[in-house]
T-cell receptor, first 115, second 115 residues
Framework: AQSVTQLDSHVSVSEGTPVLLRCNYS??????LFWYVQHPNKGLQLLLK??????LVKGINGFEAEFKKSETSFHLTKPSAHMSDAAEYFC?????????????FGQGTILTVHP | GAGVSQSPSNKVTEKGKDVELRCDPI?????LYWYRQSLGQGLEFLIY????????KSGLPSDRFSAERTGGSVSTLTIQRTQQEDSAVYLC?????????????FGPGTRLTVT
């Protein structure tokens, strides 16, 4: 079994300040973890992924995430928010075993960026 | 190259009618998934195809929902006797048969509205 909990449904930051979107997961097998972003009325876009290589993963648009097995966390960060970062972000887990790569999504975090 | 495509992009139907939603995966991708994104439920897995077979149908919410895939390519999701609670965005994703790398490529979705 696998599950994802995004700890904040909404996060609001000012432009130029750091972003932190929190995610905890559980998985019976070694997980692969992803962050996807969805801008209003747009499709899902992959930001970054962890698949058991380096624990610090760099993605597009300056985002990065750190896999911490001891804390079962995969928080998404960005040093300086931009107005274009305003969107909904999904933390996603999948694993081997019988999951066939089935993705389990968190409930999403809506990021608002203020000028 | 071409990504995952879905049609129609929007569908409005009357309660009780049947609808068919189509997904064209990326050429060569053997695995195909359907997800549903609805208010209050987030993103939910519906069904998984490997080639033309569906080893995991566990996410289909009722027997009004069915899906098939032909030629290891195009997939059709059919909803019979639609209900208002079926209103959602239906997303399709595909990936190559690659162990340990479950990055899925999403289509733009079909927005279904049942009136």
């Amino acid at each position: 079994a696998q599950s994802v909990t995004q700890l904040d449904s909404h996060v609001s930051v000012s432009e130029g300040t750091p972003v932190l979107l929190r995610c905890n997961y559980s998985s019976s097998y070694s997980p692969s973890l992803f962050w996807y972003v969805q801008h209003p009325n747009k499709g899902l876009q992959l930001l970054l992924k962890y698949t058991s290589a380096a624990t610090l993963v760099k993605g597009i648009n300056g985002f990065e995430a750190e896999f911490k097995k001891s804390e079962t966390s995969f928080h998404l960060t960005k040093p300086s928010a931009h107005m274009s970062d305003a969107a909904e972000y999904f933390c996603v887990v999948t694993s081997g075993g019988t999951s066939y790569g089935k993705l389990t999504f968190g409930q999403g975090t809506i990021l608002t960026v203020h000028p | 190259g071409a990504g995952v495509s879905q049609s129609p992009s929007n569908k409005v139907t009357e309660k009780g009618k049947d609808v068919e939603l189509r997904c064209d995966p990326i050429s060569g991708h053997t695995a195909l998934y359907w997800y549903r994104q609805s208010l209050g439920q987030g993103l939910e897995f519906l069904i998984y195809f490997q080639g033309n077979s569906a080893p995991d149908k566990s996410g289909l919410p009722s027997d009004r929902f069915s899906a098939e895939r032909t030629g290891g390519s195009v997939s059709t999701l059919t909803i019979q006797r639609t209900q208002q609670e079926d209103s959602a965005v239906y997303l399709c994703a595909s990936l190559p048969r690659t162990s340990g790398n479950y990055e899925q490529y999403f289509g733009p979705g079909t927005r279904l509205t049942v009136t």
